[in-house]
Nanobody, 120 residues
Framework: QVQLVESGGGLVQAGGSLRLSCAAS????????MGWFRQVPGNERELVAR????????YYADSVKGRFTISGDNAKNTVFLQMNSLKAEDTAVYYC?????????????WGQGTQVTVSS
């Protein structure tokens, strides 16, 4: 049973930083892509960043490029999202997700989400 558990969300002032963590368990994730998504009520879920375990290649949405950094600790099966220079528009529920590298675009596994609130 694959489990993804996020932590690290909270309330922060604009300009501040937060670090989200996603602990993955249930299988070996070396052939997986790990993504961080976010969703605001009424909007579609948005891909924020992703990392491929096998070669550490990354992708960032334009809205977070230069401010957010995704990284992974293979030994601990944990993915991080370091969020700096936070803006009010970064307020959302953030989800960790996983899919097999080279598979479909659809992410197969999802965490429960963690709330990030940025006050202006």
């Amino acid at each position: 049973q694959v489990q993804l558990v996020e932590s690290g969300g909270g309330l922060v002032q604009a300009g501040g930083s937060l670090r989200l963590s996603c602990a993955a368990s249930g299988r070996t994730f070396s052939s997986y892509v790990m993504g961080w998504f976010r969703q605001v009520p009424g909007n579609e879920r948005e891909l924020v960043a992703r990392i491929t375990w096998s070669d550490d290649s990354t992708y960032y949405a334009d809205s977070v490029k230069g401010r957010f950094t995704i990284s992974g600790d293979n030994a601990k099966n944990t993915v991080f999202l370091q969020m700096n220079s936070l803006k009010a528009e970064d307020t959302a529920v953030y989800y960790c997700a996983a899919k097999v590298f080279g598979g479909t675009l659809k992410y197969d596994y999802w965490g429960q989400g963690t709330q990030v609130t940025v006050s202006s």
